[in-house]
Structure formats: C-alpha cells, structure tokens
C-alpha cells in the first residue's frame, strides 16, 4: 500500500504548440551560438564593448569577456537539444535582463557604444552606437526566453522523451530529482 498523493496528470503540448516551442528553441539557440561563436573568435572586440558601457569594475571585465560567450554556447547546445529547457531558458533570461539594463544605462547617459553581441554582424538593428533598437530586440528575445521558461521545450525536446512514465523511476514511480528540478513535472 502506497502512501504517496496521487500525482497530477502530465500536460502534453499539441503539435501546434510542440513545434513553436521548438522553432523558439532553434531561433534562441542558433542567435545565442552564433553571439558566442564570434565573441569567442575576436575576444578583443567584445572586450571594447564591455569596457564601453563601463558598468563592470575594471578588474572583472576579462573574466566576463571570457564567461559570457562561454554561458551562452552552453545554453544554446541545451536549447537546441532540449535538455533542461527551462534552465537554460531563465539562464538566458536572467542574462538578457542584465544586457537590457546596461542597454538602458548607456542610452540614458548618451554613451557611444558599439554593440559586441554579435561581433562586426548585425541583424534587426543598424550597426553602430547602441540605441533603442537594441533594447527592443532584446526585449524580444526576452519574450522567447520567458515562453520556453514557462511552457517547457515541447515534446520535440529531450526533457520530454527523458520524463516518460517508467524511465529512471525508483519503485512507486516517482522521481525525487525531478521535484526538486521541475515542480511542473508529473512526478511533483
């Protein structure tokens, strides 16, 4: 006899759904991969920028030239795959939120500063000083992020085909991890 509450009945994302999930996942991952591919390939252009918004102390502004490309190739293998979606997704939000912040800083203060995101490439804004443009871009890549943290990868990702019913489970079925990781899963 089991002494466990039932667990709730697993939401399954249509086709509809399943594939906008995936589109934002391949859209995200292939913005964030390439951002990171260029930093990493001409560290020295992303360090001028970060140096031009002068809001990281002097003596960090290597290590994050370094860390930021490397968080952000990280998160794009995990969206591309779909392994821990919704991790990858607020680590990207959480990011973008702070590249918003220092957006708004320079523009407010009439800063000329070139944007290092996507080295000497640009997509919806003009290459050149930062302006709103850029927040507004990255407000939509907020937007993206914040969708993936709330409805998950879909069932094209791998969180969905490694949460299946019988996979990994101790003897009543339950996944004690999976409590802690996703309290939206089957198993909480």
Request: with cysteine; aromatic share 8%; proline share 5%.
């Amino acid at each position: 006899m089991s002494t466990s509450a039932p667990t709730a009945a697993r939401r399954v994302p249509g086709p509809i759904e399943s594939t906008a999930m995936l589109a934002l996942r391949v859209l995200l991952a292939a913005l964030f991969g390439f951002a990171a591919w260029v930093k990493l390939r001409d560290p020295q252009y992303f360090l001028t920028s970060v140096k031009g918004f002068r809001l990281i102390p002097e003596i960090m502004q290597v290590q994050v030239t370094y860390l930021v490309p490397w968080i952000e190739a990280a998160c794009a293998v995990l969206l591309l795959l779909g392994l821990w979606t919704r991790a990858a997704a607020v680590v990207l939000s959480l990011a973008i939120v702070g590249f918003i912040a220092g957006l708004f800083e320079v523009v407010q203060a009439g800063r000329s500063v070139e944007c290092g995101c996507f080295g000497k490439f640009s997509f919806i804004c003009d290459k050149g000083p930062l302006g709103w443009c850029n927040i507004a871009q990255n407000a939509g890549l907020l937007i993206c992020a914040v969708v993936l943290v709330i409805r998950g990868g879909g069932r094209a990702a791998l969180d969905w085909a490694l949460d299946r019913p019988g996979h990994a489970s101790g003897e009543n079925g339950d996944l004690p991890l999976a409590k802690a990781v996703d309290p939206r899963s089957r198993h909480a």
